[in-house]
């Protein structure tokens, strides 16, 4: 079973040699390594170079003007050649060797089962030793969506043939088409999915959609936007809650 993994990346130098490592790290192998590049300027299209050969023919990578991340995500998927499609960002890394392996299996052990995710940790960017906040997917439920509740997009897989069926991520969406996304295929189209009870990858404080007071506003307006059109009724009231839930994982990380 080929799997078909994606990594957009722009002006990323200073984090992506830790995806490509832990990627290279992984011990199932049959793995299509997409990474789309935005044009960045700091350097990273020299470290995609240099780790290119070390994949040895598993790694294809293009550097072009695209309109945005979702835009650059929906090239890679695309382009992919595998049965299944993940995505892991540039400044995310798996921590275990046997990630994409127990995602593997669970995909041959349940042959009915659609799509799959997991658990993962945020690290401080400093410190990548140090969990600030640890993000389970084990309570999930699609009624949850409502509530501004998700899976941890970055350990969702599902099948190439979902893509072509249920649609890509919308591109006029600047912070929340993996929520719109993840709508639409668990919600509407109800695909059969199961959790993993396992802790899949680190990922560094400090993203897009946390990054201001501003970036916090818009996404959650997106989010609304996502429900409405999905026909989930929700208002930026009731997503305030989940920040409740937030906070509590942060005081139960830290104790």
């Known amino acids: 079973m080929k799997l078909s993994l994606i990594t957009v990346s722009y002006n990323s130098a200073s984090t992506i040699r830790d995806t490509f490592e832990s990627v290279l790290a992984q011990t199932y192998t049959d793995i299509e390594y997409l990474v789309i590049d ?26 072009e003007k695209d309109h ?16 299944i499609v993940g995505i892991i960002n540039s400044d995310d890394f798996y921590h275990n060797k046997d990630a994409i392996e127990n995602i593997i299996d669970t995909f041959k052990q349940n042959p009915d089962v659609e799509a799959t995710f997991a658990d993962v940790r945020f ?14 997917s084990k309570r999930f439920s ?6 501004g509740f998700m899976p941890a997009h970055p350990t969702f897989f599902t099948y190439k043939n979902n893509f072509d069926k249920y649609g890509y991520y919308k591109p006029d969406y600047q912070i929340a088409a993996d929520y719109e996304l993840l709508i639409r295929f668990l919600y509407n189209n109800r695909l059969k999915y199961k959790y993993m ?5 680190k990922m560094r404080t400090g993203g897009t959609s946390t990054a201001s007071i501003k970036s916090t ?7 609304v936007k996502a ?3 999905n026909n989930i009724n929700t208002n930026l009231c009731i997503l305030y809650f989940k920040y409740v839930v937030k906070i509590w994982e942060i005081i139960l990380t830290k104790s």
């Open 38 to 63: 935005g044009q960045s300027k700091d350097g990273t299209i020299d470290i995609i170079n240099e780790y290119a050969p070390r994949f040895k023919g598993r790694m294809r990578w293009i550097c």
């Open 227 to 229: 429900c409405k059109e």
């Open 217 to 223: 506003s818009m996404l959650n307006q997106e989010i």
């Open 142 to 147: 699609p009624w949850m969506f409502r509530f």
């Open 123 to 136: 690290v401080r960017p400093n410190d990548l030793t140090k969990t600030v906040r640890y993000y389970s």
């Open 68 to 83: 945005g991340i979702y835009d650059a995500m929906n090239k890679g998927i695309r382009m992919a050649t595998g049965d």
């Open 197 to 201: 009870p396992i802790d899949l990858l």
